[in-house]
């Protein structure tokens, strides 16, 4: 079965530190991945989509980057964070043209 | 007209009651409509969903409603119980490059009284 990893789960960085989230996927090949946003008490803001490695479509443009090196591994990095970047980040994938995702537990980051 | 409006933004319920959230789209693009379950703490689950092509789908206690004249769904939770309390997403989506794109309603906060 599939099933999708991301950590950590929570995270406090300072303001102007680096940061590194990742996310990876088993038990599928070629997955779509997809990094959403949640600031506290409200929707899901999509922020970057991958459809295959090295592929990297970017919804919002802002401090984050995103990146795909292998098949079934997506990270989300900043090289100085905000506070605004502080929210709960979830990772997502699904299977190609299927509809639906599966998410990830996601990361509480709170930038300070 | 991306927008996929949801309402309302929070709810109470008493346990054994039905739990209805609307929501309303504007691009008749989308062709499948999923809601979404999130607990505190955990990223959303699927729920349920429903393609455009026919009225209503029922799972257990779970229903949608569409309406596709209108450009309407809803979510009917019945006999509503305290587990059933989390945050429900709705949302629309549509074919896009290499898979599908999806908008997500703003969210309904369901708290289910004991």
């Known amino acids: 079965s599939q099933t999708i990893h991301q950590w950590p789960a929570t995270l406090v960085q300072p303001v102007g530190s680096p940061l590194s989230l990742e996310c990876t996927v088993e038990?599928?090949?070629?997955?779509?991945l997809y990094w959403y946003r949640q600031a506290a008490g409200r929707g899901l803001q999509l922020l970057f989509y991958?459809?295959?490695?090295?592929?990297i479509s970017s919804e919002v443009p802002q401090n984050l980057s995103a990146s795909r090196p292998q098949d079934r591994q997506f990270i989300l990095s900043s090289k100085k964070l905000l506070l605004s970047d502080s929210g709960f980040y979830l990772c997502?994938?699904?299977?190609?043209?299927?509809?639906?995702?599966?998410f990830g537990s996601g990361t509480r980051l709170t930038v300070v | 007209q991306q927008q996929v409006k949801q309402s309302p933004q929070s709810l109470i319920v008493q346990k054994g009651g039905i739990s209805i959230i609307n929501c309303a789209y504007e691009?008749?693009?989308?062709?499948?409509f999923p809601w979404y379950q999130q607990f505190p703490g955990k990223g959303p689950a699927l729920l349920i969903a429903?393609?455009?092509?026919?009225s209503e789908k029922k799972e257990g206690r779970f229903t949608i409603s569409f309406n596709k004249s209108a450009k309407q769904f809803s979510l009917h939770i019945m006999d509503s119980q305290p587990g059933d309390s989390a945050t429900y997403f709705c949302?629309?989506?549509?074919?896009?490059?290499?898979?599908?794109?999806?908008?997500f309603g703003a969210g309904t906060r369901l708290f289910v009284k004991a």
């Open positions: 991958s459809v295959g490695i090295g592929q």
């Open positions: 038990g599928t090949s070629n997955p779509n």
């Open positions: 949302a629309a989506s549509t074919p896009d490059t290499g898979g599908f794109k999806t908008i």
């Open positions: 997502a994938w699904a299977p190609g043209v299927v509809y639906g995702y599966t």
């Open positions: 691009n008749t693009a989308f062709d499948y």
């Open positions: 429903i393609r455009p092509d026919v």
